[in-house]
């Protein structure tokens, strides 16, 4: 059995792309493609191989990034590991950049007019430091992204429900994006995400979001508040043949 992949029905639409997000079911068990580019784990190469074998992607073409919640993006050209990074963008044929998943929001897009592709790791941190904002807005200044033809995918995360937080995290985010919940807070990331792509000027239709929760269906994903230092990772990835 292969694995099962997610894929955008936006991002699908054009030929020359290659793009997905891992889940936990395949023939292995548990489907665990791990946290980081030099993770010694034979299992975790094996079931890269596999899950890279999947979409048709030369697993010696990857791109790679250590991700910490951060506003950083790179520029990437070549296959590599990037250190302390959380947003990849590339114009290269056949490069396919990763992005690691258990809870925060993957978000993958692309620009058809140019053939920019990208990947945005943001989580509370990224979504505070506003790595979407940041990223998308330097690829409108520097390299022309084209708004009216950038299409997003939101991959599974935590839901707005499950992610609870203390007072110090929510008074974070404006009280619109915030509700209160018995003792504890939700914010909701997702929409304060959306927010900024829409503030930049791209078109609410250009933009799919999935609404599964990786920590409710914890047959599908891997979850990191819900299986702590146990939780496996998914991997969303995205290139241009
Ligand atoms: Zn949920």
């Known amino acids: 059995m292969k694995p099962v992949v997610l894929k955008s029905f936006l991002l699908s639409k054009f030929s020359e792309l290659v793009h997905g997000i891992s889940t936990r079911i395949s023939s292995v068990n548990d489907f665990n493609l791990g946290n980081n580019a030099n993770c010694k784990n034979e299992e975790i190469k094996r079931n890269r191989e596999i899950f890279f074998d999947t979409l048709g992607i030369d697993k010696d073409r990857v791109v790679y990034q250590q991700q910490v919640h951060s506003d950083k993006f790179t520029i990437v050209e070549k296959p590599e590991l990037i250190q302390e990074n959380d947003a990849l963008i590339?114009?290269?044929?056949?490069?396919?950049?990763?992005?690691?998943?258990?809870?925060?929001?993957?978000?993958?897009?692309?620009?058809?007019?140019?053939?920019?592709?990208?990947?945005?790791?943001?989580?509370?941190?990224?979504?505070?430091?506003?790595?979407?904002?940041?990223?998308?807005?330097?690829?409108?200044?520097?390299?022309?992204?084209?708004?009216?033809?950038?299409?997003?995918y939101f991959g599974p995360s935590i839901c707005s429900e499950c992610f609870e937080v203390d007072e110090d995290v929510a008074t974070l985010f404006k009280s619109?994006?915030?509700?209160?919940?018995?003792?504890?807070?939700?914010?909701?990331?997702?929409?304060?995400?959306?927010?900024?792509?829409?503030?930049?000027?791209?078109?609410?239709?250009?933009?799919?979001?999935?609404?599964?929760?990786?920590?409710?269906?914890?047959?599908?994903?891997?979850?990191?508040?819900?299986?702590?230092?146990?939780?496996?990772?998914?991997?969303?990835?995205?290139?241009i043949k």
């Open 176 to 239: 619109k994006f915030v509700k209160k919940k018995e003792k504890k807070f939700t914010v909701n990331l997702t929409e304060i995400n959306l927010q900024y792509l829409l503030e930049l000027g791209i078109k609410s239709s250009n933009i799919q979001i999935s609404h599964l929760c990786t920590y409710e269906l914890e047959k599908l994903f891997h979850s990191y508040r819900r299986d702590k230092e146990k939780s496996g990772r998914m991997l969303g990835v995205i290139g």
């Open 90 to 152: 590339t114009s290269q044929k056949n490069l396919f950049l990763v992005v690691t998943i258990a809870d925060c929001i993957p978000i993958l897009f692309y620009d058809k007019t140019n053939q920019i592709a990208g990947v945005i790791h943001s989580g509370w941190r990224g979504t505070y430091n506003q790595i979407v904002k940041k990223t998308i807005n330097y690829a409108i200044s520097n390299l022309s992204l084209d708004r009216e033809n950038t299409f997003f």
